[in-house]
Nanobody, 124 residues
Framework: QVQESGGHLAQAGESLTLTCSAS????????RGWFRQTPGKRREWVAG????????YVDISVLGRFTFSKGDAANVAVLQMDKLKPEDTGVYFC???????????????????WGKGIQVTVST
């Protein structure tokens, strides 16, 4: 199971933190990804995390503003979103892989388990 928490509402320039918890991961952990969807647009990849190496990847649209890393608790990953923009508004979905490693960690098919999504709204 994958569960998102955090987020919700912020003004432009502010920060929000999203947390992704996954259960049932193998001993090496579950690779993760964040995707977001806005009305009228296709779901887009935001960030990915190879659990084995700890290496993270973010889309160019959030580069320098978002960071994705392992949290302090087991199998918890944290998406730190700084300098938020109105275009960051959307429903954010966390996804987990059955494996600790992912390729470029940005393809939907790499992740087998998905959360229900959490709304993030950034106002001007």
């Amino acid at each position: 199971q994958v569960q998102e928490s955090g987020g919700h509402l912020a003004q432009a320039g502010e920060s929000l933190t999203l947390t992704c918890s996954a259960s049932g991961c193998p001993s090496g952990g579950c690779a993760r990804g964040w995707f977001r969807q806005t009305p009228g647009k296709r779901r887009e990849w935001v960030a990915g995390l190879d659990w084995s190496s700890g290496r993270s990847y973010v889309d160019i649209s959030v580069l320098g503003r978002f960071t994705f890393s392992k949290g302090d608790a087991a199998n918890v990953a944290v998406l730190q979103m700084d300098k938020l923009k109105p275009e960051d508004t959307g429903v954010y979905f966390c996804a987990a892989s059955a494996r600790p490693r992912c390729g470029d960690c940005m393809e939907s098919w790499e992740f087998q388990y998905w959360g229900k999504g959490i709304q993030v709204t950034v106002s001007t």
